[in-house]
């Protein structure tokens, strides 16, 4: 019942998207998901991500190192000043992987960061961006998209990270000012100024926080 749902509401998220210059497609399995990112992407091109617990699940990090790309991988960084170097050097990539903590049944994008190279190369720097987006992450508007992401996403998230943040203690968003809060910068994606920049692959299954 789950799949004949989403099969519905998919395609109003796609049209949402396609309204606001962003390219959406719907895939049943993780599998199809890491077949069409990879449709997507031009061989002998440039990669790099953000955090993501969902390209984490489908295996897209491992499987470019199989084929024929040019890998930034933060993730190998060997300190923190290797680390950011690499995050900056993620805006000069052809492809930005990464998810997104919330949409809208419309196509509107919600998303929150601490460091905010993610949310920084969403909106600036790659050529392109390939989000890949369980179907648990779309709200019905804004308002609960952003509830989710503050309610949901990053309490779970702000688990993974030291500290003593209320909701690492609580599991709830106590809208703090705390040291490493991972909650600083609020970014709505309501339209794509560049039209094709954005894809958003859809996946009828849970994916992430």
Not at 72 to 86: P, S, T
Request: glycine letters at 8%.
């Amino acid at each position: 019942m789950i799949t004949k749902r989403n099969d519905l509401l998919s395609k109003k998220v796609i049209q949402g998207l396609k309204n606001r210059h962003m390219n959406g497609y719907y895939v049943h399995s993780k599998q199809e998901a890491l077949d069409l990112a990879f449709e997507i992407m031009k061989p002998g091109t440039s990669v790099g991500w953000g955090g993501s617990d969902t390209l984490n699940k489908i295996g897209i990090k491992e499987e470019l190192y199989k084929r024929n790309f040019k890998v930034i991988d933060r993730d190998k960084a060997r300190d923190a000043e290797e680390k950011y170097k690499l995050e900056r050097d993620c805006f000069y990539t052809d492809y930005y992987l990464m998810s997104t903590n919330a949409m809208t049944e419309d196509g509107i994008l919600v998303n929150m960061d601490g460091h905010c190279n993610r949310v920084s190369c969403l909106c600036f720097g790659p050529k392109h961006v390939i989000m890949i987006v369980g179907m648990n992450k779309v709200t019905k508007d804004v308002e609960s998209a952003i509830s989710r992401v503050r309610n949901i996403a990053a309490p779970i998230n702000s688990q993974r990270f030291a500290g003593n943040r209320p909701c690492q203690v609580t599991g709830s968003c106590a809208n703090c000012l705390a040291d490493g809060c991972i909650c600083d910068q609020l970014v709505i994606t309501r339209n794509s100024m560049e039209p094709d920049r954005i894809h958003v692959i859809l996946v009828d299954e849970v994916l992430g926080y």
